[in-house]
């Protein structure tokens, strides 16, 4: 992945972790290329030798966020293909997402954050196709193909359901202070509303989770992919 500038420049990866810990602390707004360049340690000229502009860096930073997010399922499904079945699927996107302090800044309402995801329509088409919802809503026809969810409801039907069950449940775990008392291990509560909600009587056979973990892995490395492409594209050219 040779778009990551900062695997080849310390300068660059400084100026990441620094813009990083600039916005999550005061937001987009009041965020600039001086202040930044002065956490990180370099002169505000430097950040123009790698991002053209503020909002490139910011874009580039949510895109990195968000593919550490993709790296972690796809590792997780290509160690075992069962972690494409709904009951383990679901709280490993929901978990995995709540590690996302910029994603989880846009859902808690940073208007600026969100303009800024927003301003490219190709952009924020991939931005949508990354959240947990959209992951599922995408995988569950694959799932349908290869009898990981029940049949007997429409897939539409099915799709919205667990968008529901997946925004409550990731607000409720993402401020637990708030949440009813009484449950220790929420992703296992998760796990089971999920497995009652979706999937079949019959547990599917081996090959069939193999072929839904293998169709699943080709449309999550093509959001990969788009995602490096944001990457590069936000970054200064000639680096």
């Given at each position: 992945m040779s778009q990551l500038i900062e695997r080849h420049s310390r300068k660059a990866a400084r100026i990441l972790d620094s813009a990083r810990e600039l916005v999550l602390d005061h937001g987009v707004r009041k965020v600039t290329v001086s202040e930044i360049a002065q956490a990180a340690g370099v002169g505000k000229g430097t950040?123009?030798?790698?991002?053209?502009?503020?909002?490139?860096?910011?874009?580039?930073?949510?895109?990195r966020e968000l593919l550490t997010f993709l790296d972690e399922i796809i590792a997780r499904i290509t160690a075992d293909s069962a972690t494409v079945l709904p009951r383990s699927l679901a709280p490993l996107l929901v978990r995995t997402g709540l590690q996302l302090p910029l994603a989880r800044r846009v859902q808690s309402g940073d208007a600026d954050l969100l303009r800024l995801l927003t301003q490219q329509t190709g952009d924020r088409e991939l931005f949508a196709r990354t959240t947990p919802s959209a992951l599922c809503e995408t995988g569950l026809p694959i799932y349908h193909r290869h009898g990981l969810i029940r049949r007997d409801r429409p897939l539409p039907d099915l799709t919205y359901a667990l968008h529901a069950v997946l925004t409550g449940f990731s607000t409720a775990m993402s401020a637990p202070a708030t949440a009813p008392l009484g449950v220790d291990d929420p992703e296992q509560v998760l796990a089971d509303t999920v497995a009652q909600l979706l999937e079949p009587p019959v547990s599917p056979a081996e090959p069939a989770v193999a072929a839904a973990a293998e169709e699943t892995l080709v449309v999550l490395r093509q959001i990969q992919e788009a995602l490096l492409g944001l990457i590069e594209r936000s970054q200064t050219l000639n680096q």
């Open positions: 950040v123009y030798l790698y991002w053209p502009a503020k909002e490139d860096l910011i874009l580039g930073l949510i895109a």
